[in-house]
């Protein structure tokens, strides 16, 4: 009998083999064994000029951006004041004046 490993997120140890994933029943977390320790490695968040981006940045708007769902652009040189990474194809979350909460990506971004 093999031994799963324990669930990265949550440590559980009621870890399930689910074809080539193993899977948590306790946070219905999913993962690839072997490449657990590549999704523990801290993601790095790049600005346009390639810049490292950390939680609680400021960060401006380097061109205007049009918003889903809003009337209003973006505008190239808005602040962005104290900034969230996050995991995604739109890596920032922030909360921006006139628009309320919002993400972005990065590269549309520059550190000041
Ligand atoms: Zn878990």
Known sequence: MTTLPNCPECNSEYTYE?????V?????YEWVPG???????EKVYR????NILQ??????VIKDLKVKGASSV??????VKNIRLVDGDHNI????????AMKLKSEFVKKL
């Open 18 to 22: 689910d074809g080539a994933m193993l």
């Open 93 to 100: 979350d922030c909360k921006i004046d006139g628009f309320g």
């Open 74 to 79: 973006l505008k190239m040189g808005t602040r």
């Open 55 to 60: 939680d609680g940045d400021t960060v401006s």
């Open 24 to 28: 948590c029943p306790m946070c219905a």
């Open 35 to 41: 490449e657990e320790n590549n999704a523990e490695e």
């Open 47 to 50: 600005d346009a000029n390639g």
